[in-house]
């Protein structure tokens, strides 16, 4: 089954304390990107990346890191959370924004106190 | 402003309904993509257009390129269908593969 798979679905953690979000496809996709989905703000792409060793900024890649150094995966690094990246989360992947449909993961809920 | 505008951002309806969410963006795209998101947070593709028409099942997105505007039609309108809705556009813009969203339309279908 075709699929985008991110985990965990769900965390708590604390200011400060390093974390990593996964991201995982098996569609041979060369597009994978992260967004955040925010309360009045909508979805805002993170970081996106085109293949593998290629990642580029989104519109708020402020306090996140990325690495592709497989094309079916592609995690998500918060070093140093902080409150603000309280949100939900959605990788998603596709053979290109303009050329593939878009598969979605389930979502990461993540609550930084 | 918004690249991207979505209108209603909330719309009512009773089932059997034939409904209309628009979409109209400001830059120059390569692509058009319409989201659905139902309650308790998936994301589903429903089409990804760069020209005319596409029609799944209940559902007609259409887009006119040189008025940069998209439409995203539901014919018999089912509870089912109660979800938000979401439009997304690729700019041309720097040859990037970024994704601009609309802020979402969301529909309450009532049976």
């Known amino acids: 089954e075709a699929q985008v798979t991110q985990n965990p679905r769900y965390l708590i953690t604390v200011t400060g304390k390093k974390l990593t979000v996964t991201c995982s496809q098996n569609m041979n996709h060369e597009y994978m990107s992260w967004y955040r989905q925010d309360p009045g703000l909508g979805l805002r792409q993170i970081y996106y990346?085109?293949?593998?060793?290629?990642?580029d900024k989104g519109d708020v890649p402020e306090g996140y890191k990325v690495s592709r150094k497989e094309k079916r995966n592609f995690p998500l690094i918060l070093e140093s959370p902080s409150p603000n990246q309280t949100s939900l989360y959605f990788c998603?992947?596709?053979f290109g924004t303009g050329t593939g449909e878009l598969f979605f993961g389930e979502g990461s809920r993540l609550t930084v106190l | 402003k918004n690249e991207v505008e979505q209108s209603p951002q909330n719309l009512t309806a009773q089932e059997g309904e034939f409904i209309t969410i628009n979409c109209s963006y400001s830059?120059?795209?390569?692509?058009l993509h319409w989201l659905q998101q139902h309650p308790g947070g998936g994301i589903v593709s429903l089409f990804m257009l760069s020209s005319g028409k596409k029609k799944h099942g209940r559902l007609i997105a259409t887009i006119n390129i040189q008025e940069k505007h998209s439409s995203l039609h539901i014919t018999a309108s089912h509870p089912r269908d109660s979800a938000v809705y979401i439009c997304?556009?690729?700019?041309?813009?720097?040859?990037?593969?970024?994704?601009?969203f609309g802020k979402g339309t969301k529909l309450t279908v009532n049976p």
């Open positions: 990346s085109m293949n593998v060793e290629v990642t």
């Open positions: 997304a556009v690729t700019p041309t813009q720097g040859g990037s593969e970024k994704l601009v």
């Open positions: 998603a992947s596709s």
């Open positions: 830059v120059g795209i390569s692509a």
